[in-house]
């Protein structure tokens, strides 16, 4: 299929929104089944050839390990064991309420025992309506669920391209389902200092210096699919820098900048997969030069970190 094909928001809000719903939950078992990572690494999902996974999970404790994938060719939900045992159930036809209904009793046919500690949405709207009694979210429309992973998987692999750039510390590209971006963040291995008042899952995400790159579909606030980038916490005169290609910008986001590529911009361009890349770049050269990281000791061009395998063979 055609790089980054058209994914306008108004077209398929009502299935993002029933979409992220079942995200969250599966998300939220990934998060009360395994084990806590840095930064939260170990809550967000990973692309499949047929859709995305939580990977397999469990706390060693007698219990099955298991997975809950999404397949987003045939759309359904399936829970399967590492013995071979699977259970799965149409996404086609569910509201938020049914999912969850059918997610639990598919995990309890296979032995699984998990409990979301707080089974409600995180951060939207509805986060005080418990996922049990959400039949107003019930949207699915197969078409753009397969758009929304044949996307994901093209903006995977070139945030894989990008980030092959980097040997320090730095995240694996990977989707949020709290935001429902994609995303890879590059850390300079400097702490940040963050207000007391900032809630426990900010602190963990931004406790390092970082600068992070990504994609997401839309929302409230700008209403249309982008490529984002930006910087935690942001050096003064950040936003005073320039971006490739020209039609990225700076927005304004709480009290720091958002670098902004729109979708329909990068679609318009000569060459979308570089004009993103240029973009990526763009933000990193002037956020790790303001912010006085040391570039050239964390490059590695091509992926290689050695110098000598970067010398052309005689």
């Not at 809950?68 to 045992?85: K, L, N, Q």
Request: charged share 20%; with cysteine; aromatic share 12%.
């Amino acid at each position: 299929m055609e790089l980054f094909p058209p994914m306008p928001l108004a077209e398929w809000q009502d299935t993002k929104e029933t979409l992220h719903r079942f995200a969250q939950i599966v998300g939220k078992i990934r998060l009360a089944a395994s084990a806590r990572r840095n930064h939260w690494w170990n809550v967000p999902f990973h692309l499949t050839g047929r859709g995305m996974t939580m990977r397999p999970t469990g706390r060693l404790d007698g219990g099955p390990i298991f997975t809950i994938d999404f397949d987003f060719v045939e759309h359904r939900g399936i829970v399967a064991t590492v013995d071979g045992r699977t259970v799965s159930f149409p996404l086609i036809g569910q509201s938020v309420a049914s999912f969850h209904r059918e997610l639990r009793e598919a995990l309890a046919a296979l032995g699984v025992r998990v409990e979301i500690a707080i089974p409600r949405p995180y951060d939207l709207p509805d986060s005080a309506r418990p996922f049990a009694q959400d039949v107003e979210h019930a949207a699915y429309d197969p078409v753009w669920a397969n758009r929304y992973w044949q996307v994901l998987s093209q903006v995977a692999l070139l945030l894989e391209e990008f980030a092959t750039g980097f040997s320090g510390k730095a995240s694996p590209v990977h989707h949020f389902w709290h935001s429902f971006d994609i995303a890879h963040t590059r850390f300079s291995g400097r702490s940040a200092a963050q207000s007391s008042k900032v809630d426990p899952v900010t602190r963990e995400a931004y406790s390092r210096e970082l600068i992070s790159f990504g994609f997401w579909f839309g929302d409230a606030t700008l209403g249309e699919p982008a490529f984002y980038a930006y910087a935690a916490p942001e050096p003064p005169g950040l936003a005073a820098e320039p971006l490739t290609p020209a039609s990225a910008q700076w927005v304004p986001r709480n009290v720091s900048h958002l670098a902004v590529l729109r979708y329909e911009a990068a679609r318009a361009e000569a060459d979308p997969r570089a004009a993103v890349l240029a973009f990526y770049e763009s933000v990193y050269r002037a956020g790790a030069a303001l912010a006085d990281w040391d570039v050239d000791r964390l490059a590695c061009p091509d992926g290689v970190t050695d110098p000598c395998l970067r010398i052309p063979p005689r």
